[in-house]
């Protein structure tokens, strides 16, 4: 049931971010919205491979953010410590070799966030 549901926000985010991407005026060849679909699957599948020892839902939006939710409560003191090591998994996951075909790879800003929402990174 969860993985349905994290599927479902996964791929909305996916699409709208994609659809604003697409609709934006750029003197960049304009990716269409399937190719940025695919793209995005592709960032956030090895990003939940890369973290699949943390409880964690994705949200990507297409070269600009990954935000991470997380169940770490923000007053846990080890909270700030566990954030960094979240953040610099994925930064290790978007420098891999896998994804040097991604465009745009280093325009992501990654986000990771407490179970009550507070950004810590």
Known sequence: MKKGIIGIVVIVCIAVGAIFYVNNYSEE????????????????NKIMEGLKDYKVVIVLSYQKSIIV?????????????????????????????????????????????????KTLN
């Open 69 to 117: 939710h997380t169940s770490i409560n923000s007053s846990d003191k080890n909270a700030k410590k566990l954030a960094k090591d979240i953040e610099v998994k994925i930064s290790e996951i978007l420098k891999s070799k896998e994804l040097n075909s991604v465009s745009k790879i280093d325009s992501y800003k990654i986000y990771v966030k407490s179970k009550d929402e």
């Open 29 to 44: 060849p304009v990716v269409s919205a399937e190719d940025a679909n695919k793209e995005a699957l592709f960032i956030t």
